[in-house]
């Protein structure tokens, strides 16, 4: 097993926050700090921060990383160029993980998306997210991951919010006698909550850098 971390959560009572937390739980790390729309509790000095709030909760959580000068993993999705510039500024200093999606499975997608895109640059390409009603930014931060690797084409992703919908994302490929199709469905938060876990003991042993869950998954 790995070191036991006295971690801190930034949107605790959230639904990816309490998933997170049930999944720390379960591995044997402690709970020690926690912040959301009730206030803060602490218990003891954590070792590890971590943000599942929103970009506007975004100065408070580097406040607290300041406080604890800690590693920092990023969950917030629908943060600004500003914002992920602050965050690349501050792994030059700590350990810090960023990603709009921690699912393992993402990356792959990420990968066969980057080897269909190579061979059929010249076909017709859609993008389309489906979320939950509560999820706020749109498109999805991962649409535009996926979006990123097709940046040579113009491809406006397609979102939908609809009921608890964890997350599902499709791209297409359209070719004038076939159409391929790469999706990824979230079937439970939980996967999130273990690629966060995956990604705190990947940072808790680094001195300093910024870092993606690419980087966790595949190396660097």
């Known amino acids: 097993m790995a070191k036991k971390i006295k971690y801190g959560i930034i949107g605790a009572s959230g639904r990816l926050g309490s998933e997170v937390n049930n999944v720390f739980n379960e591995s044997g790390h402690e709970l020690v700090f ?22 506007d909760v975004f100065e408070k959580s ?10 920092l993993i990023v969950a917030t999705t629908g943060l600004s160029s500003e914002q992920l510039n602050k965050l690349k ?3 030059n200093n700590y350990p810090v993980v960023q ?15 980057e080897v269909a895109y190579e061979k059929l640059k010249d076909w017709d390409i859609e993008i389309a997210e489906t979320h939950h009603r509560f999820k706020k930014d749109r498109p999805s931060g991962t649409a ?17 919010r609809l009921g608890n919908v964890a997350g599902d994302h ?16 979230a079937t439970s938060r939980r996967t999130f909550a273990e690629g966060i876990l995956r990604s705190s003991e990947f940072a808790i042993e680094k001195e300093k850098g ?7 998954v595949f190396g660097r």
């Open 170 to 185: 499709t791209i297409y490929f359209g070719g004038l006698g076939e159409v391929i199709s790469i999706t990824h469905s």
């Open 34 to 55: 926690q912040f959301d729309i009730d206030g803060e509790k602490l218990t003891e000095k954590p070792e590890l921060l971590i943000d599942c709030s929103l970009p």
């Open 89 to 91: 500024e501050l792994g």
């Open 144 to 160: 535009k991951m996926i979006q990123d690797i097709v940046k040579d084409k113009v491809v406006n992703p397609i979102s939908l």
């Open 62 to 71: 580097i406040k607290y990383q300041q406080e604890y000068q800690c590693p």
């Open 99 to 113: 990603s709009f999606n921690y699912s393992l499975g993402i990356q792959v997608m990420l990968k066969l998306t």
């Open 210 to 216: 910024f870092y993606t869950f690419h980087d966790v």
